[in-house]
Nanobody, 124 residues
Framework: QVQLVESGGGLVQAGDSLRLSCATS????????MAWFRQAPGKEREFVAT????????YYADSVKGRFTISRENAKNTLYLQMNSLKPEDTAVYYC?????????????????WGQGTQVTVSS
């Protein structure tokens, strides 16, 4: 059974950093493109960043570009999201997700597998 398990969330102050991790199991990790999404209270789930499996190309939402970095470690079957210069508007539950297409995908509907999420709260 495929599992994606996020960790690393927490309560921080504006300007701080956090690194989220997404450990996967029963997934041929190198064959999947991975992404981070987030969902704030009362809002729809939104795309944050993705890492394309075929060439390592990364793509970010404008709201996080220059502050967040997505990376992966195939040997550990783990995806990361380094978040710097955090803002209160980054407060959300963060989810990792996987899909097997070779393309960049920003729609949540494309993704086959999801984690349970980790809470990130940024205070002002």
């Amino acid at each position: 059974q495929v599992q994606l398990v996020e960790s690393g969330g927490g309560l921080v102050q504006a300007g701080d950093s956090l690194r989220l991790s997404c450990a996967t199991s029963a997934l041929t990790f190198s064959r999947y493109s991975m992404a981070w999404f987030r969902q704030a209270p009362g809002k729809e789930r939104e795309f944050v960043a993705t890492y394309r499996r075929i060439d390592g190309y990364t793509y970010y939402a404008d709201s996080v570009k220059g502050r967040f970095t997505i990376s992966r470690e195939n040997a550990k079957n783990t995806l990361y999201l380094q978040m710097n210069s955090l803002k209160p508007e980054d407060t959300a539950v963060y989810y990792c997700a996987a899909h097997s297409r070779p393309s960049i995908e920003i729609s949540s509907m494309t993704y086959n597998y999801w984690g349970q999420g980790t809470q990130v709260t940024v205070s002002s």
